[in-house]
């Protein structure tokens, strides 16, 4: 148990709870660094083959924490570059981890909640779920996580969602490639379970090659990841810092419309 993550481990599967749920476990520099940390623990650990990555309580993430996206509204253009590089190296911790990773997506996931999930190997959600892309509302744009997302839900969706950032459920989001599986929530568990059991069935060697051989034919790799990131940090950084990303994440902290609401 860390202040930020609850971790337990059982049958060689290390399960990563987000433990903020009274924020409906929305990241922080804290939660952040814990969690990347934890995931490259897993990933060094040989007594470890799987991660299983939740929420505690009835969110899975809201994405940014609202203290957190205040701190960034005043902070430099560097600052403001820094943070999203801490971000976008937990995102390619957890998409290139060594082992199969599987998303029990218990609740809603907003903005950097689904980039997580869009990291993970295999998804699986409740139907209750709620899911959206909001950063156009800010006056920004999802930078850290759009390789991952693109990457799962393809780039004709991915444009539709970034540029309408609007909410969509657990069937919408199965049926585009988000999730793999959407199920009541009291089959969760029984749900996670049995693509766990399937994949105890193979060879940790073989499935890491696998994971990394299905990136590699499509072009995928950290060396290149790593380079987009810098990009994308770049980006959403100077994006916080214009007049439009101010505005916006002004409005959402004020809880206003922003100007071009209004004015529309």
């Excluded at 499509?218 to 380079?227: F, R, T, V």
């Excluded at 980006?235 to 419309?257: H, N």
């Amino acid at each position: 148990m860390t202040d930020a993550l609850h971790i337990t481990s059982r049958k060689g599967i290390c399960e990563i709870r987000l433990n903020r749920p009274s924020v409906h476990n929305a990241f922080d520099d804290a939660l952040i660094a814990e969690l990347t940390r934890a995931l490259e623990s897993a990933g060094r650990d040989a007594s470890v083959w799987g991660v299983v990555l939740s929420g505690e309580g009835s969110t899975f993430s809201a994405g940014a924490d609202l203290n957190w996206m205040r701190a960034m509204a005043s902070a430099s253009e560097e600052e403001n570059r820094q943070d999203s590089l801490r971000l976008a190296y937990l995102m390619r911790t957890l998409n290139f981890l060594p082992k199969p990773t599987l998303a029990r997506v218990n609740g809603s996931a907003y903005g950097g909640g689904i980039g997580l999930v869009a990291c993970c190997d295999i998804a699986i959600g409740v139907e209750s779920a709620k899911f959206s892309l909001s950063e156009a509302k800010l006056g920004l744009v999802p930078a850290v996580i759009s390789p991952y997302v693109i990457a799962a839900i393809g780039l004709r969706q991915a444009r539709r969602l970034f540029v309408s950032a609007e909410i969509f459920d657990a069937h919408e989001a199965m049926r585009i490639g988000l999730l793999h599986h959407c199920v009541d929530a009291g089959a969760l568990d029984e749900a996670v379970d049995r693509n766990l059991h399937f994949l105890r069935k193979c060879g940790p060697r073989a499935q890491a090659e696998a994971k990394q051989l299905a990136m590699r034919v499509c072009g995928i790799n950290p060396e290149d990841a790593a380079l987009q990131d810098a990009a994308n940090a770049d980006l959403i950084a100077r994006l916080r810092v214009s007049d439009e990303g101010q505005e916006g994440l002004t409005a959402f902290l004020d809880k206003r419309p922003p100007r071009w609401v209004s004015q529309g």
